[in-house]
Structures are given as structure tokens and as C-alpha cells.
């Protein structure tokens, strides 16, 4: 059974940085996929970041593309987001599948392994 143990959230400036980290238990980053969701009450998971192929191909979502970084290492996925904003709140997720196939990527319908989440706040 693959488990996610997320880690790296906190309170943090506007402005400032922060790097989330996902510990992958018995799961590999090869045909499969993981991803990054962020959810706030009343709306619905976004999803940030996903990769597969060892980490070689990522989509990130238009919201934080030119401000974040992904890496994929030793069994752990990390996601930097720089110049945060306000809106960049929420619980962050890390999810995986060991369904291969690079399709619906940022969906969270196409994950079946979630961790427990890790909250990020942001103020201005």
C-alpha cells in the first residue's frame, strides 16, 4: 500500500518562500504520478504541480508556474513556491496513482493515494 507522509507547511510572509516535501512509501516516480493539491474551504482542490517519469515531465497550474519549482528525489517530492501570495493559503496534498498514464494530470479524480495534508498560510 503506497502512503504519503507530507511536510514543510507553515505561516509565512507575503513574499516569502516556503518548500513542501512528500515522503513516498512504496511507491516509485516512473510510469506512475504525483502531484500537489492546495484546498481551501468552499472551493473546490486545485491542483498545483503534477509529475511523472522520474520527475522529468511536470504540469504545473498557470497560478503558480513562473514561481515554482519541482523535484522529485530519493523518494521525495518537493514543491518551492517563491513570491507567495495570500492566495496561496490552503491544506496542500500530495497524491499519487500507480495508474499509468500521463492524462488528467492536475485532476484529483485521477489519484487514489492522498496524505493527510500540510497547512500553508500566507499574510500580507
Known amino acids: 500500500q503506497v502512503k504519503l507522509a507530507e511536510s514543510g507547511g507553515g505561516a509565512v510572509q507575503a513574499g516569502g518562500s516556503l518548500t513542501l516535501s512528500c515522503r513516498t512509501f512504496r511507491f516509485q516516480l516512473t510510469s506512475n504520478l504525483v502531484a500537489w493539491f492546495r484546498h481551501n474551504p468552499g472551493k473546490p482542490r486545485e491542483g498545483v504541480v503534477a509529475a511523472t517519469d522520474g520527475g522529468k515531465t511536470t504540469l504545473m497550474a498557470d497560478s503558480v508556474k513562473d514561481r515554482a519549482t519541482f523535484l522529485y528525489s530519493s523518494g521525495t517530492a518537493r514543491l518551492t513556491i517563491r513570491s507567495l501570495k495570500p492566495e496561496d493559503s490552503g491544506t496542500y496534498y500530495c497524491?499519487?496513482?500507480?495508474?499509468?498514464?500521463?492524462?488528467?494530470?492536475?485532476?484529483?479524480?485521477?489519484?487514489?493515494?492522498w496524505g493527510q495534508g500540510t497547512q500553508v498560510t500566507v499574510s500580507s
Open positions: 497524491a499519487a496513482t500507480t495508474v499509468a498514464g500521463w492524462y488528467d494530470p492536475l485532476s484529483p479524480g485521477r489519484y487514489e493515494w
